[in-house]
């Protein structure tokens, strides 16, 4: 009876690959900017502003304005949203971030599409710059560890 044939293992890169790491920071930008009204850095970082207003709203009526008004927000002072003001304020974050969600969804799926076809065409047009500057800048430089695509 023919032996049996074991699987092939793969191997992950353990590589740091720089543009990788500039196409997730267009996607995370793109993320925090639809959803919190902030950057990467301005979500992390920013502090707690989250004040209560004169005004009382339900969960439905905090959607409802971050629906119309996606990019308003300092009369409740949730501009920019922050990591700080989710867990000062879960219930009014969460409502203001689905009512941003629901308003924002469509361009950010198309701004998404757009970085993941403007990302595979620059690595293919430019595959052999790229590889001359990781084989002569890049390796000799910061090692094997990283690479550039």
């Given amino acids: 009876m023919a032996r049996r ?12 690959s720089i543009l990788g790491a500039v196409e997730s920071y267009a996607y995370a930008s793109i993320m925090t900017q639809g959803l919190f009204d902030a950057s990467p850095v301005q979500f992390l970082t920013g502090s707690d502003n ?3 207003s004169g005004l009382a709203l339900t ?12 990019t308003l927000g300092a009369t409740y002072g ?6 700080a003001d989710i867990v000062g304020n879960p219930g009014f974050a969460a409502n203001a971030i689905i009512g ?9 799926a198309m701004q998404a599409a757009t970085v993941s076809v403007s990302m595979r065409l620059f690595k293919r047009l430019l595959r052999r710059p ?16 990283v690479r550039l695509a």
């Fill in 78 to 83: 949730a501009n920019p949203l922050s990591l």
């Fill in 59 to 70: 969960p439905e009526q905090t959607q409802n304005y971050f629906l119309n008004n996606p």
């Fill in 130 to 145: 790229l590889a001359n500057i990781q084989r002569n800048l890049i390796k000799p430089a910061l090692g094997a560890g």
């Fill in 5 to 16: 044939r074991k699987a092939t293992k793969r191997r992950r890169s353990r590589s740091f």
């Fill in 100 to 108: 941003r969600g629901r308003a924002n969804a469509l361009g950010m």
């Fill in 50 to 52: 989250v004040t209560e």
